[in-house]
C-alpha cells in the first residue's frame, strides 16, 4: 500500500493539531482513527496539492480539488462543527451534531450530540442557513477512511 511523503505527514498532523485546538475540539480517542485520516489527508496533498476529505468517494478528485466545500477544515466543519471523518470530535469521541440542519446523516447515527467549547470554531456559522442545499451536492460520505 502507498504511503504519503513524510513531509505531507508533517504537514497535516501540525494542520490538524492546531486546528483542534483552535476550533474547541480534540482528536478521536483512538489514536489509529487519526492516525488513518491524517495519512488519508496527506495521500491528497501528494496526489493533489490539496488535503481533500479521505472520507468521500469522489467521481473527479481533481474538480473536486478545485473546490473549497471539501477541504479540510471542510464547510461542514466550519458551518457546524461537524466532522464524519471523526478527526474532530469531543473527548468522548463523538462528533459535535447539535448544530446540524434536521435531517443531516449525522443527526440520525449519532442523535444530538453538544460542544463542550461553544465559544470556539465555526468560523463561517452565518452560512449555516444556506449550506444544506449546497452541501446535498456534495460526494457520498463514508465511514470508512480508506
Ligand atoms: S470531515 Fe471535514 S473536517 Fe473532518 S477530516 Fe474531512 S474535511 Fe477534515
Redesign the pocket.
Known amino acids: 500500500m502507498a504511503e504519503p511523503k513524510q513531509v505531507s505527514l508533517d504537514k497535516m498532523w501540525k494542520y490538524v493539531k492546531g486546528f483542534a485546538e483552535k476550533s474547541g475540539t480534540t482528536m478521536h480517542p483512538t489514536p489509529a482513527v487519526t492516525e488513518a ?1 491524517v495519512k488519508g ?1 496527506a495521500m491528497h496533498m501528494d496526489e493533489l496539492g490539496k ?1 481533500l ?3 468521500n468517494f469522489y467521481k473527479d478528485k481533481q474538480a473536486e480539488a478545485k473546490l473549497r466545500r ?5 464547510d ?2 466550519q458551518i457546524y462543527k ?4 471523526l ?2 470530535v469531543r473527548e468522548d469521541g463523538l462528533p459535535i451534531t447539535e448544530y446540524l440542519p434536521d435531517g443531516h446523516e449525522g443527526r440520525e447515527i449519532y442523535g444530538v450530540v453538544t460542544d463542550p467549547t461553544p465559544d470556539k470554531g465555526r468560523a463561517l456559522k452565518h452560512k449555516a442557513s444556506a449550506a444544506p442545499a449546497s452541501l446535498g451536492e456534495t460526494p457520498e460520505s463514508s465511514a470508512s477512511t480508506s
Open positions: 485520516v489527508l488535503p476529505c479521505p472520507c471539501w477541504m479540510c477544515a471542510c461542514e466543519m461537524y466532522c464524519h471523518c478527526l474532530f
